[in-house]
């Protein structure tokens, strides 16, 4: 069967409002300041860090950054609060990535360890 140009549009611009309203505001822009904090870092999916936005009660954006050693023994954890809103969760979430990026080599010097005992299948005592 032929279409005419018309109704290829047509499908076109039904299919994209079909998506987009699939879409939730709020975890879009969770996970744009999440991947603003991880690629400032450019680090590869190997690396013991982890990156969470959250909208809290009071409707502002908590970032929390979770950094651990290789050998998974040491652990460090610290979050920062902004806005929630677009431009700021990114500044929010490449300014937390440039901190942490200056100062991972004194992570393992500096900071005061959370020790973890881990049981053969890998998981937490």
């Not at 140009?5 to 879409?23: E, K, P, T, W």
């Not at 460090?76 to 677009?86: D, M, N, P, R, V």
């Not at 901190?99 to 973890?116: A, E, G, M």
Request: hydrophobic share 40%; net charge neutral.
């Amino acid at each position: 069967m032929r279409y005419t140009m018309g109704i290829d549009i047509s499908l076109i611009v039904n299919q994209a409002n079909c998506i987009a309203s699939l879409n939730h505001h709020y975890t879009q822009l969770a996970v744009v300041c999440e991947r603003a904090f991880l690629e400032t870092l450019d680090w590869s999916c190997c690396t013991p860090i982890a990156g969470y936005a959250h909208r809290d009660t009071d409707g502002n954006c908590v970032l929390r950054r979770l950094i651990n050693s290789s050998d998974r023994k040491r652990a460090l954890e610290t979050s920062i609060k902004g806005l929630y809103a677009l431009d700021d969760m990114v500044a929010m979430g490449k300014d937390l990535g440039r901190v942490t990026f200056k100062s991972w080599p004194r992570f393992l010097q500096l900071v005061t360890f959370i020790q973890f005992t881990f049981t053969e299948s890998g998981g937490i005592i």
